[in-house]
């Protein structure tokens, strides 16, 4: 139980948030006066260096590539190789250091982040468990049936949770999780970041092992019936949106993207599409080949 001066301490934090100035400065072009291309935003990397603030090592270095209005684009590479760096750059979470990364022919800092980031939307795939009741952190898997029931009670049984769910927690779907099980704030500011994750360590009280937790989050994917319907909406928006997925899978979405950019080590190691990739016979095709024989063997 928490006192009522500490409810409003916390009330009180939240809104302090609000005087903490942006460290990506604003622009001031809105970025609705380019009428560009109605298939989606042109994007272009030159020669783009990137270091995060505390860190004396490059995270992407000398990256260039270029995606058409309306194009799909496919980052692969492993882990640590500057995937996720590129996809902060792009919705400003934080700026390059070097080189000039375009959207519509103009550097992205001079558009007004508001309307820029209407604009642009990323959809993470990491997990977060919020102090919410069970049922309710299965629900976020799609807010617009985050409160039917049956739906949380049948991706739970997808997603291998209902066992344990029925079995070993006290209230069953209503028992409130103590906190987040992943919780990474990625923020431009590093005093927000620093605030909000001390604040998640505080509440830190994993009752759930790491597989049931696991659990959970399928069980959460499972609310759309697995991602069929989201690639579904996705390719629906081919040639009327620029996309640009991260992906450690190779499969249909690779096989067809029009881009496929391959990093390794913050660099851009190879670039083109799938049968460009193949005939080159290098660590996409590799990988490729690999995952192909790993997935025929199942
Ligand atoms: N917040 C951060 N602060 C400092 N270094 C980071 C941070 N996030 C990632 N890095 C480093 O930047 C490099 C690229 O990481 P990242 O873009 O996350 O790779 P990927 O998404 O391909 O796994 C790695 O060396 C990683 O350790
Ligand atoms: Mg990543």
């Not at 270029?66 to 400003?92: A, F, M, W």
């Not at 934080?94 to 959809?123: K, W």
């Not at 991260?246 to 067809?256: E, I, K, P, Q």
Request: include cysteine; proline fraction near 3%.
């Amino acid at each position: 139980m928490q006192s009522l001066e500490q409810h409003f301490d916390c009330i009180r934090i939240l809104y302090s948030c609000t005087d903490i100035q942006n460290q990506v400065p604003d622009g001031d072009e809105e970025i609705s006066d380019f009428p560009g291309d109605p298939a989606g935003l042109s994007l272009q990397f030159k020669n783009v260096t990137f270091k995060y603030p505390q860190s004396s090592k490059l995270a992407l270095e000398g990256v260039s590539f270029t995606i058409e209005p309306g194009q799909l684009c496919v980052v692969v590479g492993r882990n640590g190789s500057g995937k996720s760096s590129i996809v902060k750059l792009i919705s400003r979470l934080y700026d390059c250091t070097g080189g000039m990364i375009l959207v519509e022919n103009h550097p992205v800092q001079q558009f007004r982040l508001t309307a820029y980031r209407r604009l642009v939307s990323t959809l993470p795939q990491e997990f977060t468990f919020f102090p919410l009741t069970v049922a309710e952190n299965i629900g976020l898997g799609d807010p617009e049936h985050a409160e039917d029931h049956d739906r949380i009670l049948k991706a739970a049984e997808s997603g291998g949770a209902i066992e344990f769910i029925e079995r070993d927690l006290a209230d069953g779907f209503r028992t409130r999780l103590k906190g987040p099980s992943a919780f990474h704030i990625h923020s431009g500011d590093d005093r927000f970041s620093q605030w909000a994750n001390k604040e998640v360590q505080k509440h830190r009280a994993t009752s759930l092992s790491g597989g049931q937790w696991q659990k959970l989050a399928l069980s959460r994917t499972f609310m759309r019936s697995s991602d069929v319907y989201l690639f579904q909406r996705l390719r629906d928006l081919r040639g009327k949106k620029t996309m640009l997925f991260v992906t450690h899978r190779f499969g249909h979405l690779t096989r067809t993207a029009d881009k496929i950019i391959v990093m390794e080590a913050g660099q851009v190691l190879e670039q083109g599409t799938h049968s460009d990739l193949l005939a080159k016979e290098g660590l996409y095709a590799r990988m490729y080949n690999s995952q192909a024989m790993a997935f025929s063997t199942v």
